[in-house]
């Protein structure tokens, strides 16, 4: 395990400026912050080297693109078949995402696909991994909390380290 990297107000504060918009430069980055354009540049680098920031992503919403149905999956696997069934899942397009876990399932994913149909197909695809011996799913009627970070940072921050707290925006 890497070392972590404490954050401090003025990380919490560009954070959070790129939370709402990963495309803010540094010179609108410094304007907020109320800091010099290369504190923003060397504080970004630091966070990036450090591998909190881990680059700079479009931000894609698959019920937006077409693909409104998505499933959570937890799957059994066979003894030591980590890797095969790794190779098994990113052959399939509909896994967006698959964590190894503790508990009654070895492997959970997060599915998405076009209509029911189409998660029918998916989790058929699933099944057919030489390394799955049994697969167990739940269709996702809403979501409650998107997927989110800054709450878990700002309470890990240290408190009044730092320089900026981020000036609230004009108007």
Not at 88 to 106: C, F, K, N, Q, R
Not at 119 to 136: C, D, F, G, M, Y
Not at 144 to 170: D, I, N, Q, Y
Request: net charge negative; glycine share 8%.
């Amino acid at each position: 395990m890497e070392p972590r990297t404490p954050l401090d107000a003025l990380d919490l504060a560009l954070l959070t400026a790129l939370d709402g918009d990963a495309r803010t430069g540094a010179l609108e980055l410094s304007r907020l912050a109320g800091v010099a354009r290369a504190t923003v540049s060397a504080r970004l680098r630091r966070l990036e080297e450090a591998g909190v920031i881990g680059g700079y992503r479009v931000d894609v919403d698959p019920a937006a693109a077409g693909f409104e149905v998505q499933a959570f999956v937890t799957l059994e696997i066979a003894q030591g078949a980590i890797d095969a069934v790794r190779a098994d899942l990113e052959a399939i397009p509909g896994v967006l995402e698959a964590h190894a876990t503790t508990g009654s399932g070895d492997v959970l994913c997060r599915v998405a696909a076009a209509s029911h149909e189409a998660l029918q197909h998916t989790l058929v695809e699933l099944n057919r991994s030489a390394a799955v011996v049994r697969s167990t799913s739940v269709v996702v009627l809403s979501t409650l909390v998107p997927r989110r970070t800054l709450p878990l940072l700002r309470s890990g921050a240290a408190a009044h380290a730092g320089r900026s707290a981020m000036r609230p925006p004009p108007g």
